[in-house]
Structure formats: structure tokens, C-alpha cells
T-cell receptor, first 114, second 113 residues
Framework: KAGVTQTPRYLIKTRGQQVTLSCSPI?????VSWYQQTPGQGLQFLFE???????NKGNFPGRFSGRQFSNSRSEMNVSTLELGDSALYLC?????????????FGPGTRLTVT | QQQVKQSPQSLIVQKGGISIINCAYE??????FPWYQQFPGKGPALLIA?????SEKKEGRFTISFNKSAKQFSLHIMDSQPGDSATYFC????????????FGQGTTLQVKP
């Protein structure tokens, strides 16, 4: 079974631009969560989607948004990019939401903001 | 109350030795504690997880010890191998909310041959 896939793997953007990252969960998984990983802050939860609905949201500004499609694929968007948004963005999927399911991570998208 | 504190930040162990990483949490509602292993350029991979109904869980060379009263849990890697060199993250959450993991800061483990 294929794992979680994320596209693109690497991205360079300029401050002020916006970016969209994509995540395809493991086949059959319906819950998708997003995390930001930086050397200083570590792994921080962004948001979780299940059945096209946001279940949870982390403590990030409104510039960070996401959505989930009917096939469980998810996208996250960051508008008005700042230098501090440079990070590895990780997507994780699980079978269902809120029932103790294990999360499986993708390889991440490395975003560099210049 | 949402923090998970992990120590040490880095660890060097000789091949064949025992690696021990500790984590402490504050939120008593947390009842699901996974450990993840991350190699450079890769996403975190689930290693082993424990729930508070047991005090210890073992999978191969990896063991989680859990102390509910102290709100602490630890990962023991027995017979550490150079291939175990990676960054390890503990995490915690409520089992009804496992899509939102609260991670520790990570421990970089180096196993010397």
C-alpha cells in the first residue's frame, strides 16, 4: 500500500507570495493532519481534517488555511508568506478521526521563503 | 498544560548500549503516547505507542515505560545500533483527538560503531 504522498517536495517562494501544498493520504484513510516543523519550534500542529471538515486547529495565524476534498486529499495554503514560514510542512493520515488511530506521516514539503 | 518536555536534546551511545529518552507531560487528559523516529530528509515514522492502562510496552529492541502518577514516559532502545541514529520525538494526545499530536522537542541520537 502506498504511503502518504506530498507535493511538491521542495518549494522556494518570495515574501508576500502565497503557496499551496498538497497531501494524498494512504488509501482508505479519511483523516489528514498538517504539522509545521522548524529547528526552533519543533513539530507544531496546524490543523486536522476529516470528512471535508476541519476538526481541530492549532495556534497559527489566519494566513494558514486548509481544506479536504471528498477523496480525502488535502491542501494547505499559506498567504502573504513571511520569512518565518520557512519550514518543513508535514502531512499525516489516519484511518478515522478521534478514535485513537495511528498517524502516518508523509515525507514533507520543504518550503523556503526568501 | 499542552506542553510535552523531552530530554536529553542529544545523546551519544556506543553500539550495543542502551539509549534512554525521557518525556514529561502536563495535561492529565492525555492518554495516548506515541514515539516517532525521523531520519534526515524523511517524515517521522511511528515506532511504538502506549496507553496508560499498561506501564510498559515492548516491541523488539524498543520499550516504552510509562509512569502515570509522575506524568512521565520514556523510550529505551536496547542493543543500540548505528542504524538507530536518528531524531526521536515523543508525543502525547487524548485518544479521542489523535489527529492533534503534541510533540516533544526531539532527541538526536548518535550511535557510535
Amino acid at each position: 500500500k502506498a504511503g502518504v504522498t506530498q507535493t511538491p517536495r521542495y518549494l522556494i517562494k518570495t515574501r508576500g507570495q502565497q503557496v499551496t501544498l498538497s497531501c494524498s493520504p494512504i488509501s482508505g484513510h479519511r483523516s489528514v493532519s498538517w504539522y509545521q516543523q522548524t529547528p526552533g519550534q519543533g513539530l507544531q500542529f496546524l490543523f486536522e481534517y476529516f470528512s471535508e471538515t476541519q476538526r481541530n486547529k492549532g495556534n497559527f495565524p489566519g494566513r494558514f488555511s486548509g481544506r479536504q476534498f471528498s477523496n480525502s486529499r488535502s491542501e494547505m495554503n499559506v498567504s502573504t508568506l513571511e520569512l518565518g514560514d520557512s519550514a518543513l510542512y508535514l502531512c499525516a493520515s489516519s484511518l478515522v478521526a478521534g478514535q485513537g488511530g495511528e498517524q502516518y506521516f508523509g515525507p514533507g514539503t520543504r518550503l523556503t521563503v526568501t | 498544560q499542552q506542553q510535552v518536555k523531552q530530554s536529553p536534546q542529544s545523546l551519544i551511545v556506543q553500539k550495543g548500549g542502551i539509549s534512554i529518552i525521557n518525556c514529561a507531560y502536563e495535561n492529565t487528559a492525555f492518554d495516548y503516547f506515541p514515539w516517532y523516529q525521523q531520519f534526515p530528509g524523511k517524515g517521522p515514522a511511528l515506532l511504538i505507542a502506549i496507553r496508560p492502562d499498561v506501564s510498559e510496552k515492548k516491541e523488539g529492541r524498543f520499550t516504552i515505560s510509562f509512569n502515570k502518577s509522575a506524568k512521565q514516559f520514556s523510550l529505551h532502545i536496547m542493543d543500540s545500533q548505528p542504524g538507530d541514529s536518528a531524531t526521536y520525538f515523543c508525543a502525547a494526545t487524548h485518544s479521542g483527538n489523535t489527529g492533534k499530536l503534541i510533540f516533544g522537542q526531539g532527541t538526536t541520537l548518535q550511535v557510535k560503531p
